[in-house]
């Protein structure tokens, strides 16, 4: 890819009014009666489908634990140069369903890359592509997938209502398709997330949305504890208690419930360890915020600072974010001789 259009792509913006049409043709699309295709490249095999496959494993295990940055580029290679050519080329109806499949996930970890770099328009494409090739495949859990991945993004980038809108689309299509009961949880918490993002009942006393959330948020739990089943899609694996337990504790938090939000993102620290580093980030400085929510000024400081050093070794621009959006919250403390040196030490550190 030439400079220029690498640079194009790059700054592509988030665009929420695509996302409407994304959403209509989900949801009342007409599959392709054959995901066959007779192209002009070579024949495709099961063998290169589960290449496909194997590969987003390995990917997704690096994005887990140095952060996309490392990984991103290898990823679009990977995507541009290999995955792409195969489409093009000849295979039968059942082949051109796992192909569609496997492409949709390596569309979604390109995606993902994208996402943790802040390259939101970038990511909300890939997102998207993902979601067509998983109706091209008549793949729902793919597809629900490719939803909660918006969902996750809308999120991130304070979109309420458009994330209300992609969790309730990825929990009604995983309901028609009677997904398992780790997919289920997955978009629940989703869900729930949204919804408390959008209502903020903790800011507006509304006690009507924050019952809506604890539902969801029950739901999403009991989904969980029914277990695994030989139905699961290989994605959820990414889908731990630990995740369960983390994105329950940030729904806490916006309802106002600190305390729960703290112990959530502690325990969540405490089971991903070592093992997923940007994970054990992004729960310290939840803990951290939740600590300042209440009052817990030094508490706060001090399991931020911990962030620090994790955040140097990832290659995360989201880690960074989420260190700085902490750093803004501390303000009214801002005179505070400790405060000052966090700030400062947090500068000097990123920095360096």
Not at 4 to 14: I, T
Not at 29 to 51: C, F, I, K, W, Y
Not at 196 to 224: F, M, N, W
């Amino acid at each position: 890819m030439d400079p220029s259009r690498r640079h194009l792509l790059a700054s592509l913006p988030f665009v929420p009014s695509a996302l409407g049409e994304w959403l209509v043709s989900w949801n009342y699309g007409t599959p392709a009666a054959s995901a066959a295709r007779r192209g002009a490249g070579r024949v495709v095999g099961l063998a290169d489908v589960a290449r496909i496959n194997e590969a987003r494993k390995a990917f997704g295990q690096m994005d887990q634990r140095f952060g996309a940055g490392l990984v991103r580029p290898v990823v679009v290679e990977y995507l541009n140069g290999t995955v792409a050519p195969l489409l093009r080329g000849h295979y039968d109806d059942r082949v051109g369903s796992e192909l569609m499949t496997a492409a949709a996930g390596m569309t979604w970890m390109a995606g993902w890359t994208a996402f943790d770099l802040n390259r939101h328009g970038q990511a909300q494409q890939h997102f998207g592509q993902a979601l067509r090739l998983a109706k091209t495949g008549d793949d729902p859990l793919t597809g629900v997938w490719a939803l909660a991945a918006l969902t996750r993004q809308a999120i991130h980038l304070e979109q309420g209502t458009w994330a209300v809108w992609l969790a309730r689309a990825a929990a009604d299509t995983a309901r028609r398709a009677e997904a398992p009961p780790r997919v289920m949880s997955l978009i629940l918490i989703k869900e729930a997330w949204a919804t408390a993002l959008q209502a903020k009942p903790a800011e507006i006393r509304d006690g009507h949305s924050a019952k809506q959330v604890e539902r969801l948020l029950t739901a999403a739990e009991r989904a969980y504890a029914k277990g695994t089943t030989d139905r699961d899609p290989e994605w959820t694996s990414r889908f731990e208690a630990a995740e369960l337990n983390a994105e329950v504790g940030v729904c806490w938090r916006l309802l106002g419930e600190h305390q729960r939000a703290a112990d959530c993102a502690e325990v969540a620290v405490t089971e991903f360890n070592e093992r997923l580093p940007r994970s054990v980030q992004f729960n310290q400085v939840h803990a951290a915020e939740a600590y300042l929510e209440m009052g817990e000024l030094e508490q706060a400081l001090d399991t931020a600072r911990a962030a620090i050093p994790v955040t140097k070794a990832l290659t995360s621009a989201r880690s960074v974010d989420l260190l700085q959006r902490f750093s803004g919250q501390l303000e009214p403390y801002g005179d505070t001789v400790v405060v000052r040196e966090f700030r400062d030490h947090l500068t000097s550190e990123l920095i360096a």
